[in-house]
């Protein structure tokens, strides 16, 4: 086996007048552009986005060049000479002029809205990069073999990976095989990347006809790799002296990076949660997401609806204090309820639960006592309701024409899906829907390896559709077995009558419509509905905000497994926590600064506050025995919770994260008048 390695380019943008590799080239496997034996793009979205650069630049950390050697002391310390041509970097969104994707979404008559209006209130909120800091870093191992190629690697959505090097390497499915290897977190940063270092090695591979492993190490990939979009997100209300919403006017810009990736999923999921879950006749919401030179930004959890969402709370919490009302009583009159409409005009169902989880996590924490009583002290208290859409947006689903399979095994049954285990626990989850369905022990359900050559395309593990959405078809799978069984056993079945596996492919479960011109009607299937309530502390001599404890109350049909989704509940709290406080890139000429661990400040248990977890359950008549999607939903509401705790306190502050400098330079939040 040969090692890998990727030669990157160290400006932002500019033009590659020479490459030479000034070491002795000995034993090197070299492969540039010219060795790409099908198209040079990342297949994706759009075909914008090379494999390797060839003759342009666009962004710092840009791959370049790929060595391969057996000796990995040799690969790291060979030397390579590239000269540029450069260009002065477009490095401020607000200047871009190349528009990857623009979005509006209209309902009611907007100026109409604000007539009716007694008071406005604008403001402009921005949220920064964050880091995925999963567990072990971007990697895989590529092994060549008689015209075809297998991808053992970390990822999260194996079909990806195999169109992306299906198109580069201009091969047939069948000669294009991928495993997820064991996962230790992905967040979206696994969704999509994967497909490049995927693409590396197997061109080191084929050329050497040598198995190639190429795996970042932690600054590496922190440098190269997509991050969580920035955003500028500003908005216009309008509202009554009694609190009603009359009009709500959003524009949501997003810094996309030097390449589209996944943005435009972000910024429509980012639009469609603009307004939060609040019921407002009129409504107008401007989103786009622009190009500029550094690297490009992809899915994180919650993909846009955090960065919305952060500013729709927290401008939520300005509407009360310009109008001196308690933000609960304001949050409470103008929750969605079932019957309403969203801003795409949707008509919420029966499960909608805004209110019930505002009212138990106010009920829970005594908060309007506690929080009259913490003023004047170094402790404040704030919420956060938010929601959040479970499965891909529109006919997204649809158009996936996702598939499941069960096979019968001689015990029961084995599982083939190709949603991938990051720590989740899907695999656990599925084979309870199969073992429940079927009428079997869990311990005889089996779930085989992720293996784009045995299992069939289930869809990516993304959008907090793995169980509701894969979970749905194996549940279906499952019931058609029963039924083909009978009452036989699976042994007695296999030895009279053979194998048998059935399939499932997905079927819109409803008369659902979404029109994705004019960005309305059925968004998602259903949502999921949450609201944390944060206590932080505050230090007047240093300006660090603590959190001292999150309650965490969030509605998603039905807990399949209560202890894995109370885990994903303090997980994805924790991460908040994060990208409330702590988590800063810091960009610098179009590159992070600061990509190592010890001054990249991802929280640890000593940052990590208590966090209570509440379970509330509105069946959704769609998903497996009611479930809805959980993964993203519990990240939404950390950050505008623990905000407007530190509005509390009396800071105003609009942007993330709230380090102590943000704090100490913040002004003073306006007292009504």
């Known amino acids: 086996m040969l090692h890998g390695r990727t030669i990157r380019s160290t400006i932002p943008c500019g033009r590659i007048r020479s490459i030479n590799l000034t070491s002795d080239p000995a034993g090197f496997t070299v492969v540039d552009y010219r060795s790409i034996p099908g198209r040079n793009v990342v297949a994706l979205i759009a075909d914008d986005q090379p494999c390797l650069a060839e003759r342009v630049v666009r962004h710092y950390a840009e791959p370049i060049l790929l060595l391969a050697h057996e000796d990995r002391e040799r690969l790291i310390t060979a030397e390579v000479d590239v000269q540029y041509e450069p260009s002065e970097p477009l490095l401020d969104p607000l200047r871009s002029p190349n528009v990857f994707k623009s979005i509006a979404i209209h309902k009611g008559d907007l100026e109409a809205g604000f007539a009716r209006a007694d008071e406005i209130v604008e403001g402009e909120y921005r949220v920064g990069h964050q880091e995925h800091v999963y567990i072990e870093t971007n990697g895989v191992i590529a092994v060549p073999g008689d015209g075809a190629v297998t991808v053992y690697g970390s990822l999260q959505c194996p079909y990806y990976v195999q169109k992306a090097l299906r198109v580069m390497l201009g091969l047939p499915a069948e000669r294009v095989r991928v495993v997820q290897a064991e996962t230790g977190g992905g967040f979206g940063g696994k969704e999509e990347y994967p497909s490049i270092v ?50 709500i006017d959003i524009d949501v810009l997003l810094d996309g990076g030097a390449y589209m990736t996944l943005s435009p999923v972000v910024l429509s999921r980012g639009v469609i949660h603009a307004t939060g879950p609040y019921r407002c006749d009129n409504v107008r919401v401007n989103g786009r997401v622009v190009m500029t030179n550094t690297p490009p930004n992809g899915a994180f959890r919650g993909f ?18 310009r109008l001196g009302m308690d933000p609960v009583r304001l949050r409470e009159m103008n929750a969605l309820r079932a019957g309403d409409t969203t801003a795409t005009g949707q008509v919420l169902g029966r499960d909608t639960s805004a209110l019930a989880v505002l009212r138990e996590a106010v009920a829970r924490t005594d908060f309007k006592r506690r929080r009259r009583e913490m003023r004047g002290t170094r402790r404040g208290l704030g919420l956060a309701l938010f929601f959040h859409g479970a499965g891909f947006t529109g006919s997204g689903e649809v158009r996936l024409a996702s598939k499941a399979s069960l096979e019968l095994t001689e015990r029961g049954a084995r599982i083939l899906v190709a949603s991938a285990d990051m720590g989740q626990g899907s695999r656990t989850v599925h084979a309870q829907i199969v073992a429940e369905t079927l009428g079997v022990p869990y311990e005889a359900v089996e779930v085989a390896r992720v293996d784009t050559a045995s299992v069939p395309d289930s869809g990516p593990t993304v959008a907090s559709r793995t169980t509701m959405i894969v979970g749905g078809l194996l549940e279906r799978c499952a019931a058609e077995m029963r039924r083909t069984l009978g009452r036989l056993t699976p042994r007695e079945y296999l030895k009279r009558h053979g194998p048998i596996v059935i399939t499932k492919q997905y079927e819109a479960p409803t008369t659902a419509v979404f029109d994705e011109d004019t960005y309305t009607g059925d968004a998602y299937g259903t949502y999921a509905w949450a609201c944390d309530v944060a206590e932080v502390e505050y230090d007047p001599v240093t300006y660090e905000i603590r959190p001292v404890h999150i309650t965490a109350v969030q509605e998603i049909g039905r807990a399949l497994n209560p202890m894995l989704a109370a885990g994903q509940i303090e997980g994805g709290t924790a991460q908040g926590v994060g990208y409330a406080l702590l988590e800063e890139v810091v960009m610098r000429d179009g590159h992070m600064a600061n990509a190592q661990l010890t001054n990249y400040a991802a929280p640890t248990t000593m940052d990590t506050p208590r966090i209570d977890v509440v379970i509330q359950e509105r069946p959704y008549r769609h998903g497996p025995f009611g479930a809805k999607g959980l993964g993203e939903l519990p990240f939404d509401g950390v950050a505008p919770a623990i905000a407007n705790a530190v509005r509390h306190l009396g800071f105003d502050v609009r942007a993330l994260p709230l380090t102590p400098e943000r704090i100490m330079n913040a002004p003073p939040v306006r007292k009504p008048k």
């Open 198 to 247: 995927a693409a590396h090695a197997c061109l080191l591979a084929l050329k050497s006809q040598r198995p190639v492993k190429l795996i970042y190490d932690r600054a590496e990939d922190m440098v190269a790799t997509t991050k969580r979009h920035p955003a500028i997100i500003r908005t216009r209300t309008g509202v009554t002296r009694e609190g009603r919403l009359t009009a």
């Open 304 to 321: 846009g609806a955090p960065q919305t969402q952060f500013a729709a709370e927290v401008h939520m919490e300005r509407i009360a204090e």
